[in-house]
């Protein structure tokens, strides 16, 4: 049943496309012979679906066999050869289907389209003319025709076709903005604009059609009508993006901070634009400033804070949090903002190594060693990563673990003071498993790189005072530390040991009264010395 109704359906098509010429008369019944076609037309159709073009068009041949006249037949034919990049005879055959049935707009639109693909510009312009006498109240083949003429710089007769419609369906908004953009893609930005004050005036609510003007008259130096028009669009519409974005900008320009500030807080509460966007926009506005001024850095903190109760789990997000936090000495932020981006996913290598510094102040030694094995999986040749899982190793007491992390970091060591770090570490390291001639010749390597490294210069003399071995030497480097820096507790407490090692008793006591002021701060190490310098001296 469902197959004999889609053969009638097709016969009736097919009977009222083969007899154009004879419209005044009643449609006959269908024949043996139309029936036959309707046959051919749906078996031609199931071949083209299925790819088989070479057998579809056998089978539209074979229909106009049986009706000469059947413009279906050659339309298709016309749309396979086209298909099949034979352009010549899809557009013979395409016009012998317009022969037969002048007044289908259907079938006078693929040969546009062919012309058009062909660059056949003026033939495929006489098309939609032709489509336009026949179809008038369409608006779709006017705006085909006017983009023709465009693509083609024949500006006038762009609008013609423009005026054409506009005639036909009176003055609005689509022909008016159909010739905004034909004067706008031609560079006549004064005709253009001509167009929407036409528009704003018949509209006056119309945000889009002021936003314009206002960029219009901003680009042209007309800073305050701009602004008129920008303050107009927030009274219609006081979430507008694109308008907060103009009067950020235009503020911002203008030097009025406190107003441009106003309006980036506004960007950062609406709901139309993504974290991203805001992000570019503001940083795009701020420019080198947020790096140089800190007070613009301040405002830009700000605004991150604002967008976070938005998007709590934007990971880029809290890294430039981290980075602002960093900045301003914000150290417990810094160290929850890194957390919050690496736990949403950020993979950034600033990124981890900001986070292991925060970790020094706010973590123990196991956190910073699984943060910097989780950068080493993504950043397996970054020589931080294992410096500072070395050091925390080192703090934990698991010295050949440490030995292990530092020596395949060495291989990845670039500049001085990686080396430094690492020969230092690993002289520690070497000096807790008692390997002490292994441990002095890396405090020995890490001199060779930097001579005055302050830190290296009072181990290695602390050491070597320990062992009670080259007390000399040790001296030495520890006067070198202690001059450098005489208000630091650490280095002096070396140099009072090695005197006192020495057994100048009054030297060592004399360099540790100094801090008494301070003794509440000191560590156990310290009051340990000072106390067996005194039950010296007083015995």
Same mark, same amino acid.
């Given at each position: 049943?469902?197959?004999?109704?889609?053969?009638?359906?097709?016969?009736?098509?097919?009977?009222?496309?083969?007899?154009?010429?004879?419209?005044?008369?009643?449609?006959?019944?269908?024949?043996?012979?139309?029936?036959?076609?309707?046959?051919?037309?749906?078996?031609?159709?199931?071949?083209?679906?299925?790819?088989?073009?070479?057998?579809?068009?056998?089978?539209?041949?074979?229909?106009?066999?049986?009706?000469?006249?059947?413009?279906?037949?050659?339309?298709?034919?016309?749309?396979?050869?086209?298909?099949?990049?034979?352009?010549?005879?899809?557009?013979?055959?395409?016009?012998?289907?317009?022969?037969?049935? %002048?007044? !289908?707009?259907? #079938?006078?639109?693929? /040969? =546009?389209?062919? @012309? +058009?693909?062909?660059?056949?510009?003026? $033939? &495929?312009?006489?098309?939609?003319?032709?489509?336009?006498?026949?179809?008038?109240?369409?608006?779709?083949?006017?705006?085909?025709?006017?983009?023709?003429?465009?693509?083609?710089?024949?500006?006038?007769?762009?609008?013609?076709?423009?005026?054409?419609?506009?005639?036909?369906?009176?003055?609005?908004?689509?022909?008016?903005?159909?010739?905004?953009?034909?004067?706008?893609?031609?560079?006549?930005?004064?005709?253009?604009?001509?167009?929407?004050?036409?528009?704003?005036?018949?509209? %006056?609510? !119309?945000?889009? #059609?002021?936003?314009? /003007? =206002?960029?219009? @008259? +901003?680009?042209?130096?007309?800073?305050? $009508? &701009?602004?008129?028009?920008?303050?107009?669009?927030?009274?219609?519409?006081?979430?507008?993006?694109?308008?907060?974005?103009?009067?950020?900008?235009?503020?911002?320009?203008?030097?009025?901070?406190?107003?441009?500030?106003?309006?980036?807080?506004?960007?950062?509460?609406?709901?139309?634009?993504?974290?991203?966007?805001?992000?570019?926009?503001?940083?795009?506005?701020?420019?080198?400033?947020?790096?140089?001024?800190?007070?613009?850095?301040?405002?830009?903190?700000?605004?991150?804070?604002?967008?976070?109760?938005? #998007?709590?789990?934007?990971?880029?997000?809290?890294?430039?949090?981290?980075?602002?936090?960093?900045?301003?000495?914000?150290?417990?932020?810094?160290?929850?903002?890194?957390?919050?981006?690496?736990?949403?996913?950020?993979?950034?290598?600033?990124?981890?190594?900001?986070?292991?510094?925060?970790?020094?102040?706010?973590?123990?030694?196991?956190?910073?060693?699984?943060?910097?094995?989780?950068?080493?999986?993504?950043?397996?040749?970054?020589?931080?990563?294992?410096?500072?899982?070395?050091?925390?190793?080192?703090?934990?007491?698991?010295?050949?673990?440490?030995?292990?992390?530092?020596?395949?970091?060495?291989?990845?060591?670039?500049?001085?003071?990686?080396?430094?770090?690492?020969?230092?570490?690993?002289?520690?390291?070497?000096?807790?498993?008692?390997?002490?001639?292994?441990?002095?010749?890396?405090?020995?390597?890490?001199?060779?790189?930097?001579?005055?490294?302050?830190?290296?210069?009072?181990?290695?003399?602390?050491?070597?005072?320990?062992?009670?071995?080259?007390?000399?030497?040790?001296?030495?480097?520890?006067?070198?530390?202690?001059?450098?820096?005489?208000?630091?507790?650490?280095?002096?407490?070396?140099?009072?040991?090695?005197?006192?090692?020495?057994?100048?008793?009054?030297?060592?006591?004399?360099?540790?009264?100094?801090?008494?002021?301070?003794?509440?701060?000191?560590?156990?190490?310290?009051?340990?010395?000072?106390?067996?310098?005194?039950?010296?001296?007083?015995?």
């Amino acid at each position: 049943m469902k197959r004999s109704s889609i053969i009638l359906t097709l016969l009736f098509l097919i009977l009222c496309l083969s007899s154009c010429k004879n419209q005044e008369k009643a449609v006959k019944q269908p024949n043996d012979n139309d029936i036959k076609v309707a046959q051919l037309v749906i078996d031609a159709a199931t071949q083209r679906e299925l790819g088989n073009l070479e057998k579809a068009t056998s089978l539209y041949k074979e229909v106009i066999r049986f009706q000469p006249n059947n413009s279906l037949a050659y339309y298709q034919l016309a749309a396979i050869d086209f298909e099949s990049r034979n352009i010549a005879s899809a557009i013979e055959y395409n016009q012998k289907a317009i022969e037969l049935s %002048p007044k !289908n707009h259907w #079938y006078r639109t693929q /040969l =546009a389209e062919i @012309y +058009l693909l062909t660059n056949q510009i003026d $033939k &495929a312009a006489e098309q939609y003319k032709e489509i336009i006498e026949l179809q008038p109240n369409v608006t779709e083949y006017y705006s085909e025709l006017v983009s023709i003429y465009v693509d083609a710089n024949k500006t006038n007769k762009a609008i013609e076709i423009v005026n054409l419609l506009e005639k036909r369906q009176g003055v609005n908004e689509y022909c008016s903005m159909l010739k905004y953009n034909i004067y706008k893609s031609q560079n006549q930005h004064e005709k253009a604009i001509k167009e929407i004050e036409i528009l704003s005036k018949e509209y %006056p609510s !119309n945000v889009s #059609y002021l936003s314009i /003007l =206002a960029q219009y @008259y +901003l680009n042209n130096e007309k800073e305050e $009508k &701009a602004l008129n028009l920008m303050k107009k669009v927030e009274e219609i519409d006081s979430n507008n993006v694109e308008n907060i974005v103009a009067l950020m900008e235009i503020y911002y320009k203008k030097g009025e901070i406190p107003s441009a500030e106003v309006y980036i807080d506004k960007l950062c509460k609406t709901t139309k634009m993504g974290f991203e966007e805001k992000n570019q926009i503001i940083l795009s506005l701020y420019k080198a400033k947020v790096d140089e001024d800190i007070e613009t850095l301040r405002n830009y903190i700000k605004h991150l804070e604002t967008m976070l109760s938005m #998007y709590p789990e934007e990971g880029r997000l809290w890294q430039f949090l981290s980075i602002g936090y960093m900045r301003t000495f914000r150290m417990d932020e810094a160290y929850q903002a890194s957390k919050k981006a690496v736990e949403y996913g950020v993979k950034d290598i600033d990124l981890y190594k900001r986070y292991i510094i925060t970790q020094q102040v706010k973590a123990g030694d196991e956190e910073r060693i699984k943060t910097c094995d989780d950068a080493i999986k993504l950043y397996p040749r970054e020589c931080i990563f294992y410096i500072v899982k070395g050091y925390s190793l080192v703090n934990l007491k698991e010295y050949e673990k440490a030995i292990e992390t530092l020596e395949k970091g060495l291989k990845y060591s670039k500049q001085q003071s990686d080396y430094i770090d690492i020969y230092s570490n690993l002289a520690v390291a070497y000096y807790r498993i008692e390997n002490k001639d292994k441990a002095f010749d890396y405090f020995e390597k890490a001199l060779e790189k930097d001579t005055n490294n302050l830190m290296v210069l009072n181990n290695y003399a602390y050491y070597l005072c320990l062992e009670n071995q080259d007390l000399d030497k040790a001296e030495k480097m520890s006067k070198q530390t202690y001059d450098a820096q005489s208000y630091n507790i650490t280095f002096a407490d070396t140099y009072a040991w090695i005197l006192f090692t020495k057994k100048d008793y009054q030297g060592a006591k004399m360099i540790l009264d100094s801090f008494l002021s301070e003794q509440e701060t000191w560590s156990e190490t310290v009051k340990e010395h000072y106390q067996k310098i005194l039950d010296v001296i007083n015995q």
